[in-house]
């Protein structure tokens, strides 16, 4: 076992190594950090000082190493466009796309499973082959014309919903949350379910998979006999026994779902870090991209790795085979 | 004479595959198919019959600007879905930047094959070193989220090119960007059907006659590990024409002057407030047939190919 938890931890930190150099490469490489953070009144000797005292001028695989070491104290330089503290940028963002990453996945569940349950157990009817063409045309959806259609029907024609921004927040400590105002709530709908939509077809389609399996087995067959009423059985006995990949498949996707937010949040401008990415990419912000970069990786390698670790645990089997 | 028989001969098996007798069979394949077919076809031989040329400003006439479409009160003809605020012809726009997508599509997914088909029958075939070295970067490749490797790609690729290129060269970096993200895919199916291939006598065979390295590989491996790839090169497909419309609504992908779905849509994004809903859920609507007619065709080969399901 601890053969196997140094061996995926050891990867999990060789991918964000890798993560970090191109980081790295596209900080250093891509267009001169001293012409982009100095002005036309700029003389030479105070860019050749600048230069000096950014490190510059020391071989590379030492700017990288300094770069790798200030990036795991969250330092990760200013920003080029408004000269703040990129980490202090990215924080102030943080809690607006946590918020709407996980009220996406909460409703991709709440939604996605019961479907999935519904379109397994009643299959060959029309409304479970009509959910299940449905999840097609919801896979093929991009994100950012959900959302402009969901604009489009309850912001443009009904007027019930806001379609920018996030309303009013409230600060609790750094963290900034919608959820305790009305205008806050409100604000945080549209955005969720187009986040989700493509989350709650995953979801159906993998509970759909799942319980025809799981139907199929003996214990079923044995509760029916029993004399255990039907629901019970589908929602209690079987289901319990699908949800683990579905856990599985939430817990990974989150990292995922904060990479799609981005699309999301320029589609409803929302305030979070993928906004922040899209506009440092606009504006060629290096400093910003790279952060952005190293910090989503590693949400995505964090959240890929505890799962593996998880199962491990669990499962005894994986521990040699995927080791 | 002879290359005609050929080819009716290559017809008559085509006609006898259970890939045929599948697809007679399946209704929503040969809607999708039709559907895709039509969608192509209408986007490639727009220039002969569209109203106007939309990448010509000399056809564009400000006067004929925010048309409705012809159904509504105050459409004009030939105008049948309507104008945008420069005038141009919405129809027209539509099938040339479907055309443009199309086409990004095609070129994404062929030159990803490329990579990933080589990529993995040498990684496969080999072992060793080079397997290695593959496996990793694609561990890490994988481990950032497709579409923030899309963006990366493109925003740098961009940068990097001098100003006066960014426009022409823009669908070459959109092709990058996507290839980029996609071509590990293909290459982690074919390595580790070629490992599995690599094994049998036939390839053994092949050895000891002294038959080439690249010979065996193109040749005689590379049939064998097709099935999943074209399953796969199908989805692609759909998700290629997804992400390059994503790349261009977020503004780095195809430029204004040479507007793409993903850029109309974006263009039009502005006016949804203004009751100009024509410009933007007309594309959104073109794009939504294309993405869905590909993922139906690629859900039904995945079925028709799927040896556990015959």
Redesign the interface.
């Known amino acids: 076992m601890i053969v196997f938890l140094v061996k995926r931890l050891a990867?999990a930190a060789?991918?964000m190594l890798?993560?970090a150099l191109m980081a790295f490469l596209?900080f250093r490489f891509?267009?001169d950090p001293v012409q982009l953070m100095v002005n036309e009144q700029t003389t030479q000797a105070e860019k050749d000082a600048l230069r000096e005292g950014l490190g510059l001028n020391d071989p590379v695989a030492v700017q990288f190493l300094r770069f790798v070491g200030n990036a795991v104290q969250g330092d990760f330089g200013v920003s080029y466009r408004n000269q703040q503290e990129v980490m202090s940028l990215i924080a102030e963002r943080l809690p607006a796309t946590i918020e709407l990453v996980l009220l996406a996945t909460i409703i991709s569940l709440v939604v996605g499973v019961p479907l999935g349950v519904i379109t397994a157990i009643h299959r060959g009817t029309w409304y479970s082959e009509g959910l299940q063409?449905l999840s097609?045309?919801g896979?093929?959806?991009?994100?950012?014309?959900i959302g402009?259609?969901l604009?489009?029907v309850f912001s443009?024609m009904l007027n019930v919903s806001p379609?920018f921004g996030r309303g009013e927040v409230v600060s609790i400590g750094w963290w900034t949350t919608g959820l305790l105002t009305p205008s806050g709530r409100a604000a945080l709908i549209l955005p969720s379910v187009a986040l989700s939509l493509y989350q709650i077809t995953l979801v159906m389609r993998l509970v759909r998979a799942e319980m025809m399996e799981v139907l199929r087995s003996d214990f079923i067959k044995f509760a029916r006999a029993r004399g255990v009423p039907r629901w019970r059985v589908y929602y209690v006995h079987a289901l319990r026994n699908c949800l683990m990949p579905v856990v599985t498949m939430t817990a990974m996707n989150i990292?995922?779902l904060?990479?799609?937010a981005?699309?999301t949040e320029?589609?409803f401008q929302w305030p979070g870090m993928g906004m922040l990415f899209?506009q440092a990419?606009?504006f060629?912000d290096i400093p910003v991209?790279a952060a952005y970069?190293c910090i989503?990786?590693f949400i995505?390698?964090a959240l890929?790795t505890l799962v593996d670790i998880t199962y491990a645990l669990i499962d005894p089997r994986l521990r040699t085979a995927r080791g | 004479m002879i290359a005609n028989t050929q080819t009716s001969g290559r017809i008559a098996r085509w006609r006898q595959s259970d890939l045929w007798w599948s697809f007679t069979r399946n209704k929503?394949a040969m809607f999708a198919a039709g559907l895709l077919a039509l969608l192509v076809i209408s986007a490639f031989t727009a220039p002969l019959y569209a109203p106007q040329n939309p990448f010509d400003p000399a056809q564009l006439d400000l006067l004929n600007a925010e048309y409705p479409p012809i159904w509504i009160e105050g459409g004009q003809w030939p105008f049948l879905l309507g104008t945008d605020t420069q005038g141009r012809d919405i129809l027209s726009a539509i099938l040339y930047g479907s055309r443009i997508s199309i086409l990004i599509g095609i070129a994404s997914v062929l030159l990803a094959l490329l990579v990933g088909i080589g990529s993995g029958l040498v990684a496969g075939y080999f072992g060793g070193l080079i397997e290695n070295l593959l496996m990793?970067v694609g561990?890490?490749l994988l481990?950032?989220?497709t579409?923030?490797i899309a963006?990366?790609v493109s925003?740098?690729v961009r940068?990097?090119l001098p100003v006066s290129l960014r426009d022409v060269g823009a669908a070459g970096v959109l092709v990058l960007a996507i290839v980029l993200s996609g071509w590990v895919q293909y290459a982690r199916t074919v390595r580790a059907q070629t490992a599995v291939e690599r094994g049998k006598e036939y390839v053994q065979a092949a050895q000891l006659l002294e038959v080439p390295a690249r010979r065996i590989m193109f040749s005689h491996i590379l049939p064998n590990t097709l099935t999943p790839i074209l399953v796969a090169a199908t989805l692609n497909f759909?998700m290629a024409i997804?992400t390059e419309?994503?790349l261009s609504?977020?503004?780095?992908g195809m430029p204004a002057s040479q507007p793409s779905l993903g850029t109309l849509?974006r263009l039009g994004?502005q006016f949804?407030?203004s009751?100009m809903?024509w410009i933007?859920?007309f594309p959104?609507l073109q794009?939504?047939l294309l993405?869905?007619s590909?993922?139906?065709l690629g859900?039904w080969l995945r079925d028709a190919l799927n040896p556990k399901l015959r």
């Open positions: 990867n060789l991918v890798a993560v596209i891509v267009g063409f097609i045309i896979v093929s959806l991009p994100s950012f014309v402009i259609l604009i489009l443009v379609a990292g995922s904060i990479a799609f981005l699309i320029t589609v899209i990419v606009t060629v991209m970069l989503v990786s995505f390698v890929n | 929503a990793r561990d890490i481990s950032i989220p579409i923030l963006i990366l925003a740098i940068e990097l759909g997804l419309a994503t609504f977020l503004g780095i849509i994004n949804l407030f009751g809903w933007t859920v959104v794009l939504c993405v869905v590909v993922n139906l859900d």
